[in-house]
């Protein structure tokens, strides 16, 4: 006898700690922008992964990069070389512009390793007296959820019976370069920002502001660090979100669509001299670097280099912004983001952002609430106008009233 979704939901009910609210679909195969579920459904794939799915489901040249591999080697450890290391870490930074690359997994790994480089750099280049390092940080940020992370949140959700917390960070308001300038001291370490708020709500900051948090960074002596797991590699037009303004970081924080939506795969990049100030035995991880996640990462930047996905979200996201903004006024409040990427305000006595995501998860659409009025919107780059047509469709009937 063949499962339901019901019966596939109550197992992760019963068995899977529940950390998560996903709506009630369960997904069995996919490819490209769209997602089959375990009865036959389809499903147009608004989310993408939160940005690890830029390129769609199953893209063939990274699975293929993918299968190939898994017929060679996938793990060593650091503890050996391998021969996809060096040619991923120069590949990307040539990419990327940089001079150094620190392949991790996760995002949120991403993050603590760019910390701790920070805090290095401070004490024995800066001059920082030992344990007196300080990070500013953004209000409403979101760079993940371990504990010295969520110790910098503004989110009770995320910070609720989870301390002590991790000394060492003051937060500012997000888009208020006074207020930073106010909080940098002379044991200011580095400035840890998002070029764009994905989780509050697709946020973008003012213009000039991130200009002005470079130029206050380079005039004290500061480290910018840039958190592009979500803004980088293609979402927003540009291969870094930081390029809209012109500004180039210190550091950047690199996840989700280097693995191409196969791997978890992150990294650090930036300069030589920051990232130069580790050691052997300072900071690691088994599987960081590993072959097989070089070897997609490396698939991911040969589609990142001709520049076509940046162009599709140019041209797809002008699309986008353009249909979602005619809704505004009738039951949406506000339009937000760039590029493929948008955070629909809904207006207020509508439906809540779950109940909006419910019924476009019933009429065929996916994507996900953030908070209780953001429906957050972020198709793979590969979608095709009719099917981003096909969605846009959809949340306008869902939303308009």
Known sequence: ???????????????????????????????GAWVTDVHGKRYLDFLAGYSALNFGHRHPDLVAAAVEQLGRVTLTSRAFHHDQLGLFCRELAELTGTEMVLPMNSGAEAVESALKIARKWAYQV??????????????????GRTTTIVSFSTDDTARNDFGPFTPGFVVVKYGDAQALEAAITPHTAAVLIEPVQGEAGVLTPPAGYLREVRQLCTDNNVLL???EIQAGLGRTGTLFACEHEGVTADLYTLGK??????????????????LGVLRPGEHGSTFGGNPLACAVGRAVIRLLRDGDFLARSVELGAHLHGRLTELIG?????????????????APGGRTAREASEELMARGVLCKETHDTTLRVAPPLMISKADLDRGVDTIAAVLTR
Do not use: C
């Open 126 to 143: 800066k001059g920082v007296p030992d344990g007196a390092a300080e990070i500013i940080v953004a209000g409403s940020n979101f760079h």
């Open 330 to 346: 009738h039951g949406v409040a506000d339009v937000r983001g760039r590029g493929l990427w948008a955070g629909i305000e809904i």
């Open 257 to 274: 669509a280097l693995g191409g939506g196969i791997m978890p795969v992150s990294a650090v990049v930036g300069r030589r001299d920051v």
């Open 225 to 227: 660090i840039a958190d």
């Open 1 to 31: 006898m063949s499962m339901t979704a019901a019966d596939f939901i109550a197992l992760d009910e019963q068995w899977s700690t529940h950390n998560y609210h996903p709506l009630p679909v369960v997904i069995a195969e996919a490819e």
